[in-house]
Structures are given as C-alpha cells and as structure tokens.
C-alpha cells in the first residue's frame, strides 16, 4: 500500500519491506494502464488487452485473461480477492 507524502504523486514508498522485494514480471505489448492490488494478488491492465494477475504469496503463480477488447485501461481487486473487475476501450465492464 501506498501512503501520502510529500513525494511525486503525492505518494510514497511502503515502509514494510515485503513490497519491494516483488519481483519484475511480464506485463506483455503495451503499457500497463492501471494496477491494483488486495488479498495476495496484483493486477495489471494491459495495454495489449489481457489483464495479468500475479500472486504476492507465490511469486511463480500468475495468469494471463485475455479480452476481446483492444485495451484494457482499468483493474479492480475486491479486497477479499475473490473478484476482479476490468474495462477496456471497447466500453464493457467485465467481472
């Protein structure tokens, strides 16, 4: 989690070190729109239209959803981490 400082963005770094040990992962083509994360797992929208989930507790556990649309340009992880929400540039919310 990110607390507000004084920082860029108004945000910075956690102060619990289990955050920047993650390691790098393949985001695929494109930029990475939006990330969010709750309940062991990061999600990442795409700029190639899939959304990657990766799992913070098993750091060889990720999955790739592949979409119908162009770009996915939003992510949201319920915080139980049971749902992930995503929109893309073709205007449908996917659950």
Do not use: K, N
Not at 22 to 30: D, M
Not at 49 to 67: C, E, F, I, P, Y
């Amino acid at each position: 989690m990110f607390h507000p400082s004084a920082g860029a963005g108004g945000h910075s770094l956690p102060s619990d070190t289990r955050y920047l040990a993650w390691r790098s992962r393949e985001i695929g083509h494109g930029r990475v729109w939006s990330l969010d994360s709750a309940a062991h797992y990061i999600a990442a929208a795409c700029g190639d239209g899939t959304v990657r989930l990766h799992s913070t507790a098993d750091t060889d556990q990720s999955t790739v959803l592949d979409t119908e649309a162009r770009r996915i340009w939003a992510v949201a992880i319920a915080q139980s981490g049971d749902r992930l929400a995503a929109t893309g540039d073709d205007g449908r919310a996917r659950v």
